[in-house]
């Protein structure tokens, strides 16, 4: 059987330019002054412990005892005010409706919880919903995505996956549609999601409800 997996920030959510408008803000705050832009570049698809190795390199201190905490409440409350969906996802989502589905994130339980929420999409997957807290190891690694294919009861070979990320994509292992529609996207990124192994590149959900259609049609789930 096939099924739909959905990563989460930067294709669900447009996520990515909030948080790292956050954290270019925090760092800033530090004493180093850091653009969204660079943030993204410097940051983004990095574990948290190497970049938080990275700020205390670039500020020339440690890092404050609650940097991660009080960086994430101030993420959280960014989010309930200024959180949208990536454009179309919604009626993509229902559109697909009627094929399993769920997210794979490498982002925390209660942050997915919380975003879920705000965008009113809690009921579109209801108990699918699997964080990279879940694994042992996290993108690049395959865990997330294997845990959801199981957890579906989907062959792996059988499921599409939506990615924005090109770490996420050579994670996979699976078919991988790169999605570049959010607003974090910037010059260049389309290359990276080619080079790492996406089967298609999409600008927006329309693009990839074309192609998920005739994936389904030549994997009909079961």
């Known amino acids: 059987m096939g099924a739909l997996i959905f990563d ?5 959510a447009d996520s990515e330019a909030i948080a790292n408008s956050v954290l270019a803000e925090t760092v800033s705050g530090l004493g180093y002054p850091t653009t969204m832009d660079q943030s993204l570049t410097r940051y983004s698809g990095r ?5 938080m190795a990275e700020i205390e390199t670039v500020t020339g201190k440690p890092l404050p005892t609650r940097f991660s905490d009080d960086l994430k409440q101030a993420t959280f409350e960014r989010f309930r005010t200024d959180l949208k969906e990536v454009s179309g996802a919604k009626d993509f989502i229902r559109r697909f409706s ?33 964080s990279a807290d879940m694994v042992e190891r996290g993108k690049p690694h395959p865990d997330i995505f294997l845990l959801a294919a199981d957890k579906l009861g989907a062959d792996p070979r059988q499921c599409l996956v939506i990615e924005d990320s090109a770490g996420g994509i050579r994670a996979a292992g699976m078919t991988a549609v790169g999605l570049c529609a959010a607003s974090h996207i910037r010059e260049g ?34």
């Open 47 to 51: 574990r948290w412990v190497d970049a």
């Open 98 to 130: 009627h094929l399993p589905r769920c997210i794979a994130s490498s982002s925390s339980m209660d942050r997915l919880e919380l975003c879920l929420s705000v965008l009113a999409l809690e009921a579109e997957f209801g108990s699918h919903v699997y």
């Open 8 to 12: 989460f920030d930067g294709v669900i």
């Open 189 to 222: 990124h389309h290359l990276r999601l080619r080079d790492a192994g996406a089967v298609h590149l999409a600008d927006s959900w329309s693009d990839v409800a074309h192609f998920a259609h005739r994936f389904f049609e030549a994997n009909p789930v079961s």
